[in-house]
């Protein structure tokens, strides 16, 4: 019986990634285990968006020598955008890796990785291996080849997935669309993740059937940009907005959510369908990055600020009690104090919900990195990030304020902590997203609805009782 571990590290495709790799790994004969030492394959499914994820990911291979040495059968592997971005790199940095496998092969995974652990027994190293018995499979390059190529270099991978291969059995994603066309400047993701390739929505909606029957109540769609959804097929075009209405015409699915959404792209009939859909969730996540119009400008997001401002106002006038979150990016490069100063006045004037802040990582072969120069001191992305942070937390915390006294329905996730004295909490979300917190030891209520009238509120959770 061969063993397989697999670490995530990044956004919820990779997340996604992990279960499909999972159950692809589980129908080829191989068992799941949580011991990292104790598997035969180990597996890290890696994320090239900031450069702390990549040293993360080459400090656990560094540390993993000592395995190989103890286990010099087993199989050690980098997946994800890391591999596609790093390629021969990986083994250069550590050349006890096995297997480099991007995001568009994951298709080739179960099988490679049986090919390396029998070629390993054997000591019969041939066909596709490199040197020392690697494999490296990763899609073709953008900027070399025909554009029709590389779309077929990137195969998509959607397998039956397994309901142990999903944190909760009752919440599940599912792609809509694979890869990315907006190439902003700062960005890997188009690279490393290739063009955008919507599913046939027949594919999609016959997913979701499938994980319904499993227990799924709650199916997120997910794509990089998930509102650039388009599939034409016998001349009619379907969009997001026609998937979300046959998505909720699906008997058991309960709640529908979606991300992530580039602003251009929301358009009327998608902000109506989430209005007038009632298993469609009440939030939007819709990053920003900037809210000056001169970085967002070499950062090429392709619209102002005003833009934006325009955008959420339009949201709010059309979904009553809508929330939404965002995406921001301090100290991009040649940020002013000026400039910084036009995110905040963003944030304060959208009062997200949440806002998602990072520092700005530059990223290798990214338009930036060969346009601009990365000369913000760290000092300075780390004083605008708290800044930033500290503005959102107080909003956040106002917004969630104004639920105190009112009731909620949440869908109940699982825990939330021992509280001692066999006291525990559990938690779930509201249809605005909120995080809401509550005493209870009944974990028959897991992936149950269940209404709370809430009594107290911090800046990213709500705290509730249930109703008597």
């Given at each position: 019986?061969?063993?397989?571990?697999?670490?995530?590290?990044?956004?919820?495709?990779?997340?996604?990634?992990?279960?499909?790799?999972?159950?692809?790994?589980?129908?080829?004969?191989?068992?799941?285990?949580?011991?990292?030492?104790?598997?035969?394959?180990?597996l890290f499914n890696t994320c090239s968006?900031?450069?702390?994820?990549?040293?993360?990911?080459?400090?656990?291979?560094?540390?993993?020598?000592?395995?190989?040495?103890?286990?010099?059968?087993?199989?050690?592997?980098?997946?994800?955008?890391?591999?596609?971005?790093?390629?021969?790199?990986?083994?250069?940095?550590?050349?006890?890796?096995?297997?480099?496998?991007?995001?568009?092969?994951?298709?080739?995974?179960?099988?490679?990785?049986?090919?390396?652990?029998?070629?390993?027994?054997?000591?019969?190293?041939?066909?596709?291996?490199?040197?020392?018995?690697?494999?490296?499979?990763?899609?073709?390059?953008?900027?070399?080849?025909?554009?029709?190529?590389?779309?077929?270099?990137?195969?998509?991978?959607?397998?039956?997935?397994?309901?142990?291969?999903?944190?909760?059995?009752f919440q599940a994603m599912v792609r809509?669309?694979?890869?990315?066309?907006?190439?902003?400047?700062?960005?890997?993701?188009?690279?490393?993740?290739?063009?955008?390739?919507?599913?046939?929505?027949?594919?999609?909606?016959?997913?979701?059937?499938?994980?319904?029957?499993?227990?799924?109540?709650?199916?997120?769609?997910?794509?990089?940009?998930?509102?650039?959804?388009?599939?034409?097929?016998?001349?009619?075009t379907t969009r997001l907005s026609d998937?979300?209405?046959?998505?909720?015409?699906?008997?058991?699915?309960?709640?529908?959510?979606?991300?992530?959404?580039?602003?251009?792209?929301?358009?009327?009939?998608?902000?109506?369908?989430?209005?007038?859909?009632?298993?469609?969730?009440?939030?939007?996540?819709?990053?920003?990055?900037?809210?000056?119009?001169?970085?967002?400008?070499?950062?090429?997001?392709?619209?102002?600020?005003?833009?934006?401002?325009?955008?959420?106002?339009?949201?709010?006038?059309?979904?009553?009690?809508?929330?939404?979150?965002?995406?921001?990016?301090?100290?991009?490069?040649?940020?002013?104090?000026?400039?910084?100063?036009?995110?905040?006045?963003?944030?304060?004037?959208?009062?997200?919900?949440?806002?998602?802040?990072?520092?700005?990582?530059?990223?290798?072969?990214?338009?930036?990195?060969?346009?601009?120069?990365?000369?913000?001191?760290?000092?300075?992305?780390?004083?605008?990030?708290?800044?930033?942070?500290?503005?959102?937390?107080?909003?956040?915390?106002?917004?969630?304020?104004?639920?105190?006294?009112?009731?909620?329905?949440?869908?109940?996730?699982?825990?939330?902590?021992?509280?001692?004295?066999?006291?525990?909490?559990?938690?779930?979300?509201?249809?605005?997203?909120?995080?809401?917190?509550?005493?209870?030891?009944?974990?028959?209520?897991?992936?149950?609805?269940?209404?709370?009238?809430?009594?107290?509120?911090?800046?990213?959770?709500?705290?509730?009782?249930?109703?008597?």
């Open positions: 019986m061969q063993r397989f571990y697999i670490e995530t590290v990044g956004c919820q495709m990779n997340v996604l990634d992990s279960e499909l790799a999972y159950s692809g790994l589980v129908q080829s004969g191989l068992v799941p285990t949580t011991d990292r030492y104790n598997a035969d394959v180990i968006v900031r450069q702390h994820a990549e040293d993360k990911i080459y400090s656990a291979l560094g540390r993993l020598k000592y395995w190989k040495m103890l286990k010099p059968y087993g199989v050690l592997g980098v997946i994800g955008c890391m591999a596609q971005k790093d390629q021969q790199t990986i083994f250069q940095r550590a050349p006890h890796v096995d297997l480099v496998l991007g995001p568009g092969q994951l298709e080739l995974l179960p099988e490679t990785v049986h090919q390396l652990l029998d070629e390993k027994l054997q000591r019969n190293y041939s066909g596709q291996m490199l040197e020392s018995g690697r494999k490296l499979l990763v899609s073709l390059k953008r900027l070399e080849h025909r554009h029709s190529e590389v779309v077929d270099s990137f195969r998509l991978f959607d397998p039956v997935r397994h309901s142990e291969s999903r944190t909760n059995r809509v669309m694979f890869g990315c066309d907006k190439f902003c400047t700062y960005c890997i993701v188009p690279s490393v993740r290739g063009p955008e390739q919507s599913r046939p929505p027949r594919e999609i909606l016959d997913e979701i059937r499938g994980l319904v029957s499993q227990g799924v109540v709650d199916a997120t769609l997910i794509g990089q940009t998930v509102n650039s959804y388009r599939y034409r097929e016998n001349g009619k998937l979300l209405y046959h998505a909720s015409e699906i008997e058991g699915l309960k709640r529908i959510s979606f991300v992530t959404n580039y602003p251009r792209g929301m358009d009327d009939e998608l902000l109506q369908a989430v209005r007038d859909l009632p298993k469609v969730s009440k939030h939007l996540h819709i990053p920003a990055q900037s809210g000056s119009d001169s970085v967002l400008h070499r950062m090429k997001r392709n619209y102002t600020s005003a833009e934006y401002r325009e955008l959420v106002d339009r949201i709010h006038a059309t979904i009553p009690n809508v929330s939404m979150t965002c995406d921001l990016i301090v100290g991009f490069c040649g940020e002013t104090d000026e400039e910084f100063r036009k995110t905040v006045e963003l944030v304060e004037y959208c009062r997200f919900k949440n806002s998602f802040i990072f520092k700005y990582s530059e990223r290798p072969n990214t338009k930036s990195a060969e346009l601009y120069p990365d000369n913000i001191p760290e000092s300075v992305k780390k004083t605008r990030n708290n800044l930033l942070l500290e503005i959102q937390d107080k909003i956040s915390l106002e917004r969630n304020h104004l639920f105190i006294g009112k009731t909620v329905e949440i869908l109940v996730e699982g825990m939330s902590k021992q509280l001692g004295d066999k006291r525990v909490q559990l938690s779930g979300r509201t249809w605005c997203d909120r995080i809401v917190v509550f005493e209870s030891a009944d974990d028959r209520l897991v992936g149950q609805f269940l209404k709370l009238k809430i009594y107290d509120a911090a800046p990213f959770t709500l705290f509730g009782k249930t109703l008597n």
